[in-house]
């Protein structure tokens, strides 16, 4: 069985950037050869073709990061997989700059993306779900990890590698009030909000829970058809906007994680409660004002078509024949009242563990499933692969760890430690031994250690 330098489980933006960073550092090193004839690297990716987000590409939705932070851009502007060079390639880059924008829509960031995965697919082999990672033991040491991925039609392939790098995303947050109703079409995430909508074409009362970006757009995606009766459900005494101020928005550069990382345990976390609305529970203050222009004017053209009902919570969700009953509860009085709706959409964010249960039967070789400072698991002496764990970090790494923000700088970090450790790099930028930096990193925090991310 072929051993690989490297495998990645998903091909989603993170390891996209790091297959960019792997090709670029190989073109200058092995110029006019295949790339990964010099260092035999693959992703494992479930699509066989690209699509972020796909269930959220709402008309007039922006991204709200910079186009500059792009898969390649802030670790090398002159990379041809930029978002700059991707626009001129389609014609566009004079209509683009008249924009006068940094923030692209976002169906211009998913064919972007997309542009990138096809001229990328020399890195990847699509359609193929992981299923399994197990370790391979010789004489009481875990020497490679083997992983088993299954194709749609049933096919079962194994390989082996000796470097792994997971990077799975997010799996939609359900609300203990909404688990029992999930089963029930009419009650989805907005993971899956246009498919939950064309599966339910009659629908005109909606509820959306949540006061995030997210809630927000879908909102105002509902309110432009005029037919519609939307609530916006929340917590929440009001929509709050995101901050997005230059000296706040420091926390979301690469060279802020070094900070933060250095913190106690404590710090860290009063640190992300104090910041928590940068990120989480919180509008663009543009989409806010378009929220608040469009209740006003419905206020006399279509009285109580829109409504947000802050300060409340859904205690019980209870499927009917004709419509999904909400028991809700108002925070401020505590009173309880039901209210019916045609569907209900909740925009309730993502967890971020589902590298836990993929890489369970590592788990008596690893200290926990925390990182150190390099995104390596921390492990026992025993155990030689170096595994790399992406977006799942953000109690150690602060909150641009599932952001765009530094991937591309996060990649570079991670290909030149790659190449290192297969002799085909020794630049300023590859990492310390992850064995070595584990261990010391472990003695160093042993008190402070999270059982879990």
């Not at 073109?27 to 990964?36: C, N, S, T």
């Not at 419509?323 to 809700?328: G, I, K, T, Y």
Request: aromatic share 10%.
């Amino acid at each position: 069985m072929t051993v690989h330098d490297a495998i990645g489980v998903g091909f989603g933006p993170s390891n996209m950037a790091i297959a960019i960073a792997l090709e670029e550092r190989l073109q200058q090193r092995h110029p006019g050869q295949r790339a990964r004839d010099a260092f035999n690297a693959v992703f494992l990716e479930r699509q066989r073709t690209f699509s972020w987000h796909p269930q959220m590409l709402i008309r007039d939705a922006d991204m709200q990061v910079s186009f500059l932070k792009d898969l390649a851009t802030p670790r090398n502007p002159r990379s041809p997989y930029s978002f700059i060079n991707y626009v001129h390639q389609q014609g566009r880059f004079s209509a683009f700059c008249n924009l006068k924008s940094f923030n692209p829509s976002r169906v211009e960031f998913n064919d972007y993306l997309t542009w990138a995965f096809d001229q990328l697919r020399d890195w990847a082999s699509t359609g193929e779900t992981v299923t399994a990672i197990d370790p391979v033991v010789e004489s009481g040491r875990v020497t490679l990890l083997e992983v088993t991925s299954h194709t749609a039609e049933g096919e079962r392939i194994r390989r082996r590698t000796r470097n792994l790098i997971t990077s799975l995303g997010g799996s939609p947050r359900v609300p203990a009030a909404f688990q029992p109703a999930m089963a029930d079409a009419r009650v989805f995430h907005s993971h899956h909000y246009l498919a939950g909508r064309s599966r339910n074409p009659g629908a005109r009362r909606y509820a959306i829970i949540g006061a995030g970006q997210s809630a927000a757009e879908i909102f105002m995606d509902l309110a432009s058809d005029e037919a519609n009766h939307v609530d916006l459900v929340a917590r929440a005494y009001a929509p709050r906007p995101a901050d997005e101020t230059p000296f706040v928005n420091r926390i979301f550069d690469e060279e802020f994680i070094d900070h933060f990382y250095q913190l106690d345990a404590a710090q860290r976390a009063a640190f992300l409660e104090a910041f928590h609305h940068t990120n989480y529970a919180a509008i663009d203050v543009d989409l806010l004002h378009a929220m608040n222009r469009r209740l006003y004017e419905d206020r006399f053209l279509h009285p109580d078509r829109l409504r947000l009902r802050m300060r409340h919570e859904v205690s019980a969700v209870v499927p009917r024949a004709d419509h999904v009953e909400l028991v809700l509860t108002d925070l401020n009085t505590g009173r309880q009242y039901q209210q019916a709706h045609d569907a209900v959409i909740l925009a309730t964010g993502y967890e971020r563990s589902l590298h836990q249960k993929l890489l369970g039967e590592i788990r008596p070789y690893i200290t926990d499933f925390s990182v150190d400072r390099h995104y390596r698991l921390k492990s026992v002496r025993e155990f030689e692969p170096t595994v790399f764990v992406l977006g799942s970090n953000e109690a150690t790494h602060g909150l641009s760890d599932t952001l765009l923000s530094v991937a591309a700088i996060r990649a570079g970090q991670i290909a030149d430690t790659l190449l290192a450790s297969a002799g085909q790099f020794d630049g300023p930028d590859s990492l310390p031994a992850a064995s070595s930096a584990s261990r010391q990193h472990h003695a160093r925090h042993e008190s402070e250690a999270s059982p879990s991310l």
